[in-house]
């Protein structure tokens, strides 16, 4: 089973940019589909993006609406690391941003429920300035 640590955030501008990354331990991470969750304060954990493999589809990658435009979700295998990468981001982005991990099959429901995955990371704040 892997462990999954994210990098830091931080504090960026409105419009600026920032690049997540989440760090799988063991080698066994290709065999994980991922997914990227936040939680914003007083707000419930939502989903933002995830990237699956399938062996008959390849790799597939899903985006709420809200960030679908402005951020990529990304992997490197060869890194064990997940990547996020955030463009125009906008004070609605503030939040704790967490990494998660699941072995099963999904399909394009599945990986947006926070139930799926049984594998999380700490989670990571970023805060966007107005």
């Known amino acids: 089973q892997v462990q999954l640590v994210e990098s830091r955030g931080g504090l960026v501008q409105a419009g600026g940019s920032l690049t997540l990354s989440c760090a799988a331990s063991?080698?066994?991470?290709?065999?994980?589909?991922m997914g990227w969750f936040r939680q914003a304060p007083g707000k419930e954990r939502e989903f933002v993006a995830a990237i699956t493999t399938n062996n008959w589809s390849g790799i597939s990658t899903y985006y709420a609406d809200s960030v679908r435009g402005r951020f990529t979700i990304s992997r490197n295998n060869a890194k064990s690391t997940l990547y996020l990468q955030m463009n125009t981001l906008k004070p609605d982005d503030t939040a704790v941003y967490s990494c998660a991990a699941v072995q099963a099959q999904l399909d394009s429901a599945s990986v947006r429920q926070i139930g799926t995955y049984d594998i999380w990371g700490q989670g990571t704040q970023v805060t966007v300035d107005s």
């Open positions: 063991g080698r066994t991470f290709s065999r994980y589909n």
